[in-house]
């Protein structure tokens, strides 16, 4: 069952050199494949949530990725080591997922799986058949984390006919008949875990002045160089809540030139890394979870290698990172049709 208290295993800086992480002493995250199975994994740390789960700090992303290409990234993912694969029922792709799981060799209970509760499913009646369809498109019985996926949820009507989004006030303002649902989910043993993506620390403190069974554990953001977040990252750290950081890369519309800032060039220089791997170890040097997404065996396998950053290299990116104006590169309000920012409450 989940606790109200969060004790996370932190990757903590080496101030003389950088160093590899080390495997957990955690057999939920088995490195062993089944029998037969050409995986040869490398290891990864993760954070011990309150459930006394482990999460890898390091997961799959799948945003954006079609059905043929996904499949193939899960397999190399896996075979490079990863065991933590993040979903959601709007990418489209969890079937595809699903069915490379089942390919990997892999056992269902060495994986971390994610998924997301679409906007309009927030509706009441409508989250266990959300999720019962995720969880057949992945091809099994439960999910380790189950996120909202966005504060707001939206009419199911008119969006499944002509795909236009029209809120849902009430359970926008309150999500807390929707959160009740998914405690009774975790009480029938169909979710492990649950959590929240792109909460501001309003919102989020929102949902939390109510008289919750189970609280959210994980609030997955936008977190990168670009932005961020820094006083968001206090404020979890402050009440227990792990952060993920989706597009830890800056997005596809700013890896090219994340990967070419001096601060990175410099860094994976001095450490002998590659720039990707100098952004993914500060990141997670931070205390955060990291979901680069990339359909590339060699890239997938290179965003897995983290190290741990002398502090004044830590450092040196830190102050970097916050030193300029935020850029959020995801905010699909106006794509939407809203008149109002989702992010417009912190």
Sequence with gaps: MLKSNFNPVVVRPCLARATRTTTLPNRRFSSTPESGSS???????????????????????????SGEDVGGAVKAALSAGYRHI?????????????NAIQQSGVRREDLWLTSKLWNASHSPEDVEPALDETLTRLGTSY???????????????????????????????????TWKKLEELVDKG??????????????????????????????QVELSYWNPQPNLLAWAKSRKVLLEASSPLGGMRKVKET?????????????????AQAVLSWLRQRGVVVLPKSTHPDRIKENIQAVTLPQELFEKIER?????PPKRMINPSGKWGFNFDIFGLT
């Design 39 to 65: 995986i040869s994994p490398s290891p990864v740390d993760g954070y011990t949530l309150s459930s006394g789960d482990t999460i890898p700090s390091v997961g799959l992303g799948t945003w954006r990725a």
């Design 190 to 219: 169909k979710i492990k875990n649950v959590g929240v993506c792109n909460f501001t620390i309003w919102r989020f403190e929102q949902l939390m002045k109510n008289p919750l069974k189970y609280r959210p554990l994980v609030n």
């Design 143 to 177: 999910l380790d984390m189950y996120l909202i996926h966005w504060p707001v949820a939206i009419l199911k009507e008119p969006y499944l006919t002509s795909g236009r989004f029209v809120v849902d006030k009430p359970l926008s303002d309150d999500m807390f008949p």
């Design 259 to 275: 990967l070419e800032l001096p601060v990175f060039t410099e860094v994976a220089k001095l450490v002998n890394i590659t720039p």
């Design 86 to 98: 993040d979903c959601a029922w709007e990418y489209g792709n969890e079937e595809a997922i699903g």
């Design 320 to 324: 970097a990172a916050v030193s300029h």
